[in-house]
């Protein structure tokens, strides 16, 4: 029954919606000089104004951390993705399993978010999220982003690296995963009521890939606070990996001993598994890996081993190809 149900992931591309250019009160805010004044003034109590349209997303009150400084050293081999398609055609189960779900992410409240730091840690807590991002070091990064769907695109995302949070929860010994689990609140995300699906939705990363210096956690896109539709508050970005481990809108980092089962392995195990690294050798069940439709250039590139991120992470993995299913 699963298994037969159409995932968003597989449409056609002529089933997505064209990205089509929308009135981005933000992008308006920004470029006249109001985003950040008005988030210093109370940008909150403004919250949905009337005098502005109904779809405008509401102001983050972290808008005033960015721009943070770019960390030069990721670069990227091709040009970033018009923003305009890194923010309009997205995969968010929890609001639908189509393409274009940003509208319905906005009715996602992002504050006040806490944020849960429990399991085998020497002292669990909760954070509230403007707390977590004034303790952490924020920097910019570029990176590159793989569906498994086989599309990808290149974004600034903003954050912090994964290895700061690990620091400040201070796991223990017995700690093997870092689990990070998803908001569930099924008021506000219509895909959340679809019973047939395992929510929240689940990642895990081992310990060594958890704090490798690529793991990242954004918190900005574009220059800015990242946008619901892209995981707002939190998301993790695991560039070396297919798209479905990159968790978003995380409530809960939990160190544990024992291998999580994720959102996707849970339903379809013979398809998406636990280390999901990127090979363009290994071809998904049911089609081929070998290359990637670059958003918004229109044309098709090959895909890389660990998507370009090799030199970073395949020493990760030694010892572990005759055991494990690396690739998917
Ligand atoms: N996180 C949650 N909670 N729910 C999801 O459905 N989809 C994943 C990932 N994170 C997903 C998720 C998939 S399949 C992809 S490709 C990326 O988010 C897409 O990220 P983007 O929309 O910001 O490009």
Redesign the pocket.
């Known amino acids: 029954m699963l298994i037969k149900r159409k995932r968003g ?1 597989e449409l056609p591309e002529s089933a997505a919606t064209p990205e089509a250019v929308f009135w981005n009160r933000r992008q308006v805010l920004a470029a006249t000089g109001f985003g950040l004044a008005l988030a210093g003034v109370g940008g909150t109590l403004l919250g949905r104004s009337a005098a502005l349209a109904d779809d405008a997303p509401e102001i983050d009150p972290s808008a005033s951390r960015y721009p943070v400084p770019q960390n030069t050293k990721y670069t990227l081999d091709r040009p970033i993705t018009p923003e305009d398609i ?2 309009k ?7 639908g399993s189509n393409k274009t779900i940003w509208k319905d992410a906005q009715e996602l409240p992002i504050r006040p978010w806490t944020v849960e730091i429990a399991g085998q840690v020497e002292q669990p807590m909760t954070i509230a999220i403007d707390d977590l991002l004034g303790k952490m070091p924020l920097e910019e990064r570029l990176y590159r ?5 086989a ?1 990808s ?1 290149a ?1 600034p995302y903003s954050g912090f690296p994964l290895k700061a949070l690990v620091d400040l929860a201070r796991p223990l010994g017995s700690a093997k995963y870092l689990v990070m689990t ?2 569930k609140n099924p008021d506000v995300a219509p ?1 959340q009521r679809q019973f047939w699906y395992p929510w ?2 689940v ?1 895990g990363l081992t310990m060594a890939e958890a704090t490798n210096e690529l793991a990242f956690i954004a918190t900005g ?1 574009y220059g800015k606070p ?1 946008p619901k ?3 707002a508050p939190l ?2 970005a695991v560039p070396w990996k ?9 409530v809960r980092f939990s160190f544990e001993e024992n291998r999580p089962k994720s ?2 392995e849970e339903l379809v195990p013979e398809e998406y598994g636990f280390w999901a690294n990127i090979n363009p050798e290994v071809p998904h069940r049911r089609w081929s890996q070998a290359s990637e439709r670059v958003l918004g250039l229109d044309e098709m590139r090959p895909t890389l081993p660990y998507n370009g991120y090799a030199e970073f992470v395949a020493g990760l993995y030694t010892g572990l190809e005759e055991s494990e299913k690396l690739f998917m």
């Open positions: 992931w890194a923010t055609y997205n995969n968010y189960y929890e609001f982003h793989r569906c498994v769907e599309w695109i974004v998803t908001f895909g929240p939705y990642e896109y990242i539709q892209n995981g998301r993790l297919y798209g479905f481990k990159h968790v978003k809108g995380i959102f996707w």
